[in-house]
């Protein structure tokens, strides 16, 4: 069973950068698609970022320019860079891991942005 625990995540002032990390154990990180999810209260869980088992990225279009993903295959990592953040940013970040025939959930970090 894979285990993903985030970190990094807190309380920021907007126009600030936060960096938040996954990190992955239990099976073979390689095989997977990750991605970074998040959700505000009151609202559906929604895909922020994802990257491929071959390194391509998708960025959802409200943080494209401002946040970028990124893996670490030899550490069992993912990243989430965040920068210039915005209030509406605020949500509790989930780390999601996939494959043809499993998938899995973070426990989910805070982010708050607030001055």
């Known amino acids: 069973q894979v285990q993903l625990v985030e970190s990094g995540g807190g309380l920021v002032q907007p126009g600030g950068s936060l960096r938040l990390s996954c990190a992955a154990s239990?099976?073979?990180?390689?095989?997977?698609?990750m991605a970074w999810h998040r959700q505000a209260p009151g609202k559906q869980r929604e895909l922020v970022a994802g990257?491929?088992?071959?390194?391509?990225?998708n960025i959802v279009g409200s943080v494209k320019g401002r946040f970028t993903i990124s893996r670490d295959n030899a550490k069992n990592t993912v990243i989430l860079e965040m920068s210039s953040l915005k209030p509406e940013d605020t949500a509790v970040y989930y780390c999601?891991?996939?494959?043809?025939?499993?998938?899995?959930w973070g426990q989910g970090t805070q982010v708050t942005v607030s001055s």
């Open positions: 990257i491929s088992t071959g390194g391509s990225t």
């Open positions: 239990g099976d073979v990180f390689s095989y997977y698609n």
């Open positions: 999601y891991a996939r494959r043809t025939t499993k998938a899995y």
